[in-house]
């Protein structure tokens, strides 16, 4: 029996792993291996990266990031991906952060290449992701310390350790070395990810 996204959304949880890993291919629950450490070194670099370029832009102009947040990339049956950050710049700020499934559609898709399931499947995964109207997609690749660059209408770059990775018109003057999105975080200088973002947020308000 095929479940469409809204009954994978309220059954999720009841799915083994609590879910966890868990996507809708077509209909049918699947679980995806988990990915190794370096999956989580992507998205701590990327996201405390995407943090201070949404602290630079205007008050009102900021947007946010979800993590592990689904998008139903095809319907019947529904195909409901998980990738590992979503963007969003329009609609209600944080409107999206404590959905399972979104509702609006990202502008920016990160999805990582950190296991075979994963890596088999991508060609798919972001044709499915532009076709539902995502304007850019992030391909970390952990094997190769390569980045992926998809966007409608134009050629996909494949960018190599020594290159920058940027935003172009999408996220305007964001930059970052490739070989710093897979570079394992300094935890030594006892410094925490924060959301400055929020941080900001809150100072705007006093």
Not at 5 to 28: C, I, K, M, T
Not at 43 to 55: E, G, K, P
Request: hydrophobic share 40%.
């Amino acid at each position: 029996m095929r479940l469409t996204a809204e009954e994978f959304e309220s059954q999720r949880f009841d799915l083994p792993e609590a879910g966890r890993w868990h996507e809708l291919h077509e209909g049918q629950p699947v679980l995806l291996s988990a990915p190794e450490a370096i999956h989580g070194t992507i998205v701590l670099n990327l996201s405390r990266l995407l943090a201070q370029w949404f602290s630079s832009q205007p008050a009102r102009q900021r947007g946010y990031a979800c993590f592990g947040l689904g998008i139903t990339a095809e319907r019947s049956p529904d195909t409901v991906y998980m990738p590992a950050i979503s963007v969003f710049l329009n609609g209600v700020p944080f409107s999206q952060t404590d959905r399972t499934i979104a509702s609006e559609v990202p502008c920016v898709i990160i999805d990582i290449a950190s296991s075979n399931d994963r890596r088999t499947d991508m060609r798919r995964r972001t044709t499915s992701y532009l076709q539902h109207g995502v304007s850019m997609i992030w391909v970390p690749d952990p094997f190769k310390k390569e980045i992926q660059v998809i966007r409608r209408n134009q050629h996909t770059l494949a960018l190599g350790a020594w290159q920058n990775l940027e935003g172009g018109t999408v996220l305007p003057g964001f930059t970052v070395a490739v070989a710093d999105v897979f570079a394992e975080p300094k935890w030594w200088d006892g410094k925490l990810p924060e959301c400055s973002v929020i941080r900001d947020d809150k100072a705007d308000q006093t």
